[in-house]
Each structure stands twice: as structure tokens, then as C-alpha cells.
């Protein structure tokens, strides 16, 4: 889902803000609450359409994220070989 994914790049962005580049907390809060107040609402919007058929592409990125956290988990442990 496009909702939960720009959640969480906003969380990974206020994060290397304070970390890695020493923004003022009061600027970081200023942006993480706008940003995460619209695509929060707009991921509530998303969610209301699950029963009209949007468990598809959520079930679809499972799927995919599935795939994804096996190829890697197989990687790593080949190359400790």
C-alpha cells in the first residue's frame, strides 16, 4: 500500500534528520505532524475500501514481501559458507 509505505518513509526521514544531520526537534515535529496527518488520512481512506476488493493489493505486497524476505534470508546464509 502507497498509504503505509510514505508512513514509513516519513518516520525514516525525521529519523535521519535528528540522527544524521542534527535538524532542530521542533523543525522535525513541525514536518513528521503535516505529513503524517495527510497520508494518514489518506491511508484511512484506503483501508474504508477493503471489502469493495482492495485486499488485493495488499495481499499481493504480502506475497511479494514474502518472496522477498526468503530470497534475502537465502542469500545471507549462502554467503556465510
Do not use: K
Amino acid at each position: 500500500m502507497v498509504g503505509t509505505c510514505m508512513l514509513i518513509g516519513d518516520g525514516i526521514l525525521a529519523y535521519s534528520c535528528l540522527i544524521i544531520w542534527r535538524t532542530p526537534p521542533l523543525l522535525i515535529a513541525m514536518y513528521f505532524v503535516a505529513f503524517f496527518t495527510m497520508e494518514g488520512v489518506y491511508t484511512s481512506a484506503v483501508l474504508t475500501e477493503i471489502p469493495d476488493g482492495g485486499w488485493i493489493p495488499i495481499a499481493i505486497s504480502f506475497i511479494l514481501a514474502f518472496i522477498m524476505f526468503g530470497w534475502y534470508h537465502t542469500v545471507r546464509t549462502n554467503s556465510q559458507d
